[in-house]
């Protein structure tokens, strides 16, 4: 499936949009026809082939035009900042952190006062891996104007481990205020929502026990999807807004939203069905992250080099 490519994106960046679709800004679908858009979409490309497979999104907490991103598995034990309109803006190598086994998100929050991402190192396409590592760093200030920098961070290390056995997870939030990390799992006809305390970290050898919450709400494949049923709902990412009153849920096509009302818990919301929009058709979406200060803006990046950056206003 083709969709709607728009060419606002600015300056250099234009000219690798066109590479991509038509300049009047619609792709042309096999007959000829052009596809509908995908509402509120503005497309950039990202002008570093440093990232060839981001997996995890997330927007800084210190900046409104600067999101941070990160390779998948195998990938250096980085994380890279950029701007909102997809230029390269630095490199954070992450002291402490031992590898990449399987990096698949990425999360900034704020709690005491501290601005904070979180890595996500829960990738487990076989479910064979008893414990998952997770890496948090204080997030830098960048300098204006000094691109590219080249900095580092020593991070905490979390460990936790399921309450049932093994499985494969691409998706991780932060509420700042409960100073909890949620897990969504992937692979499950309905995906099961987990959570733990980030309170403290507990030694390698005693891993932190998820708390199984139960599954959420998704909508199931219709009946004339022509493509794979069991994946149709595979969640790749997840976010929390700054209000914590709204989450974002990522499949490889569509986009999800769910509304917490005043006093409700997280499982409590995601007991309800979705507003669901359609995302752009990038190969391997696996990455998401609400705007700074925004509950109707989502950026997203896909698997991909050069890669693409989409800002979405459903």
């Known amino acids: ?53 981001s997996s995890g999104l997330a927007r800084s907490q210190k900046r409104d035009d600067v999101l941070w991103t990160l390779n998948d ?19 954070l190598s992450i002291q402490g952190a031992p590898a990449n086994l399987d990096w698949e998100d990425l999360v900034s929050y704020r709690q005491g006062g501290k601005d904070y991402l979180l890595i996500g190192d829960i990738g487990d396409n076989s479910a064979f891996r008893p414990v998952l590592n997770f890496y948090r760093v204080e997030e830098p200030a960048l300098t204006p104007g000094a691109t590219p920098q080249t900095l580092s961070a020593i991070a905490t290390i979390y460990t936790a ?30 995906p099961t929502l987990y959570r733990f305390s980030l309170a403290a970290p507990l030694p390698v050898a005693l891993p932190a026990l998820m708390e199984n919450l139960g599954p959420i709400s998704i909508p199931r494949a219709p009946a004339d999807y022509a493509g794979n049923v069991d994946s149709y709902n595979w969640t790749t990412a997840m976010d929390f807004d700054d209000s914590l009153r709204r989450a974002y849920v990522g499949s490889l096509i569509n986009g999800y939203f769910w509304d917490r009302a005043e006093g409700e818990t997280w499982a409590q919301a ?11 058709d990038y190969p391997q979406i696996e990455a998401g992250s609400f705007a700074l200060g925004e509950r109707g803006t989502v950026y997203i990046t896909s698997e991909s080099a050069p890669m693409p950056l989409a800002r979405i206003r459903p």
């Open 270 to 280: 995601f007991a309800r069905p979705p507003r669901g929009f359609d995302l752009p």
């Open 1 to 53: 499936m083709h969709r709607l490519l728009t060419c606002s994106t600015p300056h250099f960046l234009l000219f690798a949009c066109c590479l991509l679709s038509s300049c009047d800004g619609a792709s042309t679908a096999p007959g000829g026809s052009a596809p509908p858009p995908v509402d509120g979409l503005v497309e950039y490309l990202l002008d570093s082939d440093l990232v060839n497979e």
């Open 73 to 91: 598995s195998g990938g250096a034990t980085e994380l890279y900042a950029l701007s909102t309109e997809g230029k390269f803006l630095a490199t």
């Open 161 to 190: 481990a399921y309450p049932t056995g093994p499985r494969d997870a691409e998706s991780l939030a932060v509420d700042g205020e409960e100073n909890m990390a949620y897990v969504l799992s992937k692979r499950d006809a309905q």
